[in-house]
């Protein structure tokens, strides 16, 4: 019988790694998505859409579906999915492994301004002089920031978001990758002087942060929430492989 193993997706490296596995006949692999995103790029082998039902129903789901390990490669920022994942899998004492890509560094020519959070976030901004920000913190994230109406925002996201947006801010619907020159393009043509963005890390997103820097545009960087404390966890897909391999 191949062994049942769940990765927690919605990231190019939950995709890489579930591309990796489903090359072993001896694993059965579930990826699972939240089911937010209109059209998700979908990873190979088997997917489920959804959320759980919390920690108490990711721990029947774990049981029923007779999952042997979890490898959470979900988003930095998908806190509540982390927090439910170890608490799910104490519970059941199901092997758990984070996988998780690098943060972001500054470089000497970077002018970054940490923010703990989105409200510390919005908070930085409206004791700034900027006027015109590039925002791509998430359609989610935008109640946060529409409050300040004397400023101007250009809002990317992959989705529409949920609620009308007031005047001052402009949708722009797009999904990664993307370039350097495409990201000065669009700082420039709309007049841009701040960065507001989480620190995501990884590759696909990070040409803003170069075009940004190469503009000499000051960046507010949303820090990622801690992870819990005693979980195993990996930054590289090759790794998260060989963890579970190893098993
Ligand atoms: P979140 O705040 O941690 O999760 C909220 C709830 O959504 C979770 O409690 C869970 O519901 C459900 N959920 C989240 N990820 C799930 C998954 N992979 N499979 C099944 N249910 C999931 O997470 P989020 O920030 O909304 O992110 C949602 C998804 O988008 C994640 O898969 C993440 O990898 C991806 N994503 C997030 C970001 C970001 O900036 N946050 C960016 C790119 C991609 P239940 O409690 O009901 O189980």
Known sequence: MPRRVLILGGTAEARALAATLTQD????????LAGRVTNPRLPEGEVRLGGFGGPDGLSAYLTTQNIQAVIDATHPFAEKMTASATEATTRTRTPYLILRRPAWHPTPQDHWHPAPSLTTAAETLRTSPHQRVFLTTGRRSLPAFTPLTTRWFLARSVDPPDLPVPP???ILLARGPYTVPGERHLLQTHDIDVLITKNSGGPLTTAKLTAARE????????ERPALPDDVPRTETVEEAARWLLSR
């Open 168 to 170: 001052n801010v402009h």
């Open 25 to 32: 006949p001896g694993l059965h692999v579930i990826s699972s």
């Open 215 to 222: 503009l000499n545009l000051p960046v507010i960087m949303i």
